[in-house]
């Protein structure tokens, strides 16, 4: 059983910086991709970014140059470093990960963790 952790939110002023980690533990399985979201109460969820197994990234038109995901010291730890925070940002981030048993897919998430960009 994958479970993720999230850790790295907090209170930010506008312009700042923060950096999210997200750990999964337990097998992955060989295609999967892990990803990062966010949300705001009231709203849909948003995918911000995306990291897959041959490590092809993709990020959300709102955070395009200014966030960056990458790997962390294993395969199975991903980190988002956001630069150049907005209000706009704030909200809760959640790790997710995709990944596929015989073609099925299927979705585990984090708790999430709370990030808030304000003066």
């Known amino acids: 059983q994958v479970q993720l952790v999230e850790s790295g939110g907090g209170l930010v002023q506008p312009g700042g910086s923060l950096r999210l980690t997200c750990v999964a533990s337990g097998t992955i399985t060989a295609r999967n991709y892990m990803a990062w979201y966010r949300q705001v109460p009231g709203k849909e969820r948003e995918r911000v970014a995306h990291?897959?197994?041959?490590?092809?990234?993709i990020y959300g038109a709102a955070v395009k140059g200014r966030f960056t995901i990458s790997r962390g010291s294993t395969r199975n730890t991903i980190v988002l470093q956001m630069d150049n925070l907005k209000p706009e940002d704030t909200a809760n981030y959640l790790c997710?990960?995709?990944?596929?048993?015989?073609?099925?897919?299927?979705?585990?998430w984090g708790q999430g963790t709370q990030v808030t960009v304000s003066s």
């Open positions: 997710n990960v995709r990944q596929w048993h015989d073609d099925v897919p299927s979705d585990i």
């Open positions: 990291i897959s197994s041959a490590d092809t990234k």
